[in-house]
């Protein structure tokens, strides 16, 4: 069955920068895309960002600037990457298979990831 | 962006009762809409997508409806396993946009 699993630092600090790491199982990353998406403590879902089975992204323009996403499938991971963090940017990341365009067809538990000064 | 207005954000029922949570869309989406069941240590679940379609697993009791700019989710007969948080998500275009929430607890 499809699992996803997000591992990131736990602990960032400010102007530094993230990654974070969606290992999957289940499927093959040619086959369907992965989002990431984030939630701020008490916040909504934001949707960030993804890439498509064809290895093609897109992103939110809201983070473009700053975020990157990618892939290694010989490893059935995709990385996310945001650099120049500030304290707005603590929240949990996950990460989510697209299996049907634009939907979250399966999610991992998430990371928190705080960004402090 | 297409801005997504969930409401209500808080809905107390009891078992057995009926309930419908809105999702309003700024813009038409079409039927881009999906919905997802968020549950206290387990992962996010996609409920319905397409509007009305429900995805494979999901309990009868849920249904949705809507099309354009205006969607509903409507779940018959609680069952105490329902008390969760439910999240509206437009794919129509991007950036995919998510409605604010909506927490149903128990009466």
Same mark, same amino acid.
């Given at each position: 069955?499809?699992?996803?699993?997000?591992?990131?630092?736990?602990?960032?600090?400010?102007?530094?920068?993230?990654?974070?790491?969606?290992?999957?199982?289940?499927?093959?990353?040619?086959?369907?895309?992965?989002? %990431?998406?984030?939630?701020?403590?008490?916040?909504?879902?934001?949707?960030?960002? /993804? /890439? %498509?089975?064809?290895?093609?992204? !897109?992103? !939110?323009?809201?983070?473009?600037?700053?975020?990157? /996403?990618?892939?290694?499938?010989?490893?059935?991971?995709?990385?996310?990457?945001? !650099?120049?963090?500030?304290?707005?940017?603590?929240?949990?990341?996950?990460?989510?298979? !697209?299996?049907?365009?634009?939907?979250?067809?399966? %999610?991992?538990?998430?990371?928190?990831?705080?960004?402090?000064? | 962006?297409?801005?997504?207005?969930?409401?209500?954000?808080?809905?107390?029922?009891?078992?057995?009762?009926?309930?419908?949570?809105?999702?309003?869309?700024?813009?038409?989406?079409?039927?881009?809409?999906?919905?997802?069941?968020?549950?206290?240590?387990?992962?996010?679940?996609?409920?319905?997508?397409?509007?009305?379609?429900?995805?494979?697993?999901?309990?009868?009791?849920?249904?949705?409806?809507?099309?354009?700019?205006?969607?509903?989710?409507?779940?018959?007969?609680?069952?105490?396993?329902?008390?969760?948080?439910?999240?509206?998500?437009?794919?129509?275009?991007?950036?995919?946009?998510?409605?604010?929430?909506?927490?149903?607890?128990?009466?």
């Amino acid at each position: 069955q499809v699992q996803m699993k997000e591992t990131g630092p736990g602990l960032v600090q400010t102007t530094q920068t993230l990654s974070v790491t969606c290992t999957v199982s289940g499927f093959s990353l040619t086959s369907y895309g992965v989002h %990431w998406v984030r939630q701020a403590p008490g916040k909504g879902l934001e949707w960030m960002g /993804i /890439i %498509w089975g064809d290895g093609s992204t !897109n992103y !939110n323009s809201a983070l473009k600037s700053r975020l990157s /996403i990618s892939r290694d499938t010989s490893k059935s991971q995709v990385f996310l990457t945001m !650099n120049s963090l500030q304290t707005d940017d603590t929240a949990v990341y996950y990460c989510a298979a !697209n299996v049907y365009y634009g939907l979250l067809d399966y %999610w991992g538990q998430g990371v928190m990831v705080t960004v402090s000064s | 962006d297409v801005q997504m207005t969930q409401s209500p954000s808080y809905l107390a029922a009891s078992p057995g009762e009926s309930v419908s949570i809105s999702c309003k869309a700024s813009k038409s989406i079409n039927t881009y809409l999906a919905w997802y069941q968020e549950k206290p240590g387990k992962t996010n679940k996609l409920l319905i997508y397409s509007g009305s379609t429900l995805q494979s697993g999901t309990p009868s009791r849920f249904s949705g409806s809507g099309s354009g700019t205006d969607f509903t989710l409507t779940i018959r007969s609680l069952e105490p396993e329902d008390f969760a948080v439910y999240y509206c998500q437009q794919h129509n275009e991007y950036p995919f946009t998510f409605g604010s929430g909506t927490k149903l607890e128990i009466k």
